[in-house]
Nanobody, 126 residues
Framework: QVHLVESGGGLVQAGGSLRLSCAAS????????MGWFRQAPGKEREFLAA???????TYLDSVKGRFTISRDSAKNTAYLQMNSLKPEDTAVYYC????????????????????WGQGTQVTVSS
């Protein structure tokens, strides 16, 4: 059974940083594209970043340069480093895993992902 467990969320002041982790189990981690999404209250789930098995990456334009996605195959873990956080970054952050082929446009679509974590809350105070 596949499990994705996010951690690292919390309360941070504007301008601060957080690193989210997504620990994966029950899958062959090195064959999955890993993605990060977020959902703020009253809004739809939003793509943030994705990383292919070969470490190709793609980002939402508004987080490019502030957020960095990475993966560690030895630890079966994906990360999202978030810097220069803003109050509008406040949301529940989710990681997801996709066993399909990697294509930038495809990796941005939530409905292609096969497995999801439970989410971790990130709150940025002004």
């Amino acid at each position: 059974q596949v499990h994705l467990v996010e951690s690292g969320g919390g309360l941070v002041q504007a301008g601060g940083s957080l690193r989210l982790s997504c620990a994966a189990s029950g899958l062959i981690f090195g064959t999955y594209t890993m993605g990060w999404f977020r959902q703020a209250p009253g809004k739809e789930r939003e793509f943030l970043a994705a990383i292919s098995p070969g470490r190709s990456t793609t980002y939402l334009d508004s987080v490019k340069g502030r957020f960095t996605i990475s993966r560690d195959s030895a630890k079966n873990t994906a990360y999202l480093q978030m810097n220069s956080l803003k109050p509008e970054d406040t949301a529940v952050y989710y990681c997801a895993a996709d066993r399909g082929y990697y294509l930038e446009s495809r990796a941005r679509a939530a409905n292609v992902y096969d497995h999801w974590g439970q989410g971790t809350q990130v709150t940025v105070s002004s």
